[in-house]
């Protein structure tokens, strides 16, 4: 089974940016969306961002769009999120997760079977 290893979270001022990596581990993503989901402190876990490896079909949180930028690079099996223009809303714990979800549920956390650890982001202001 494949399981995602997320890295590439930080520190980072208001307004900067950090670009999160998401790696394929005993398995490969195709076939399969990758999303990325954030939990801060006190709050319920919340869509950010997710695509079809296959399709290059992305779908994304209203939060998220026009900052952040999902990618991936075929050859290391590998999801990006770059995100820009951070705000301490921003400040979360990030997940990549992996499943088959149906174009209508895709932005539903229960619909990703595959998650990794999570990778923290704090930005200050």
């Known amino acids: 089974q494949v399981q995602p290893v997320e890295s590439g979270g930080g520190l980072v001022q208001a307004g900067g940016s950090l670009k999160l990596s998401c790696a394929a581990s005993g398995g490969t993503f195709n076939n399969y969306a990758v999303g990325w989901f954030r939990q801060a402190p006190g709050k319920e876990r919340e869509f950010v961002a997710t695509i079809r490896w296959n399709s290059r079909y992305t779908v994304y949180a209203d939060s998220a769009r026009g900052r952040f930028t999902i990618s991936k690079d075929s050859a290391k099996n590998t999801v990006y999120l770059e995100m820009n223009s951070l705000t301490p809303e921003d400040t979360a714990l990030y997940y990549c997760?992996?499943?088959?979800?149906?174009?209508?549920?895709?932005?539903?956390?229960?619909?990703?079977?595959?998650w990794g650890q999570g990778t923290q982001v704090a930005v200050s202001s």
């Open positions: 997760a992996v499943g088959s979800p149906i174009v209508s549920a895709i932005t539903r956390s229960d619909m990703y079977r595959y």
